[in-house]
């Protein structure tokens, strides 16, 4: 299981950018798919982003393609995600996550402990 460490909670207004990190270290950190899944209070969580070990295979969920990307630094076993024109009046939980092999987008993953984005005016 890997340790993964998010940047903090942030607040930013309506049609702004963000960009948020996660760090991850343990055993085999560099061959770990890793990506993003985010939750809104009341709402089950959803898988917004991933990115494999290569880093020459990113996707996204439909809901943030084209706004949000996901570079990913091998070198320092770091992904960031990348959100621009973020919605208004959203509050969201982000939690940075980690596999190993299968599909990225499973929900069986190595969690960050989430951290909270709010967009308001």
């Known amino acids: 299981q890997l340790q993964l460490v998010e940047s903090g909670g942030a607040a930013v207004q309506p049609g702004g950018s963000l960009r948020r990190s996660c760090a991850a270290s343990?055993?085999?950190?560099?061959?770990?798919?890793l990506g993003w899944f985010r939750q809104a209070p009341g709402k089950e969580r959803e898988w917004v982003s991933c990115i494999k070990p290569s880093g020459t295979s990113d996707t996204y969920a439909d809901s943030v393609k084209g706004r949000f990307t996901i570079p990913r630094d091998n070198a320092k076993n770091t992904v960031y995600l990348q959100m621009n024109d973020l919605k208004p009046e959203a509050t969201e939980t982000y939690y940075c996550a980690a596999r190993f092999g299968g599909l990225c987008e499973s929900d069986k993953q190595d969690w960050g402990e989430g951290t909270l984005v709010t967009v308001a005016s």
């Open positions: 343990g055993k085999n950190a560099d061959v770990h798919a």
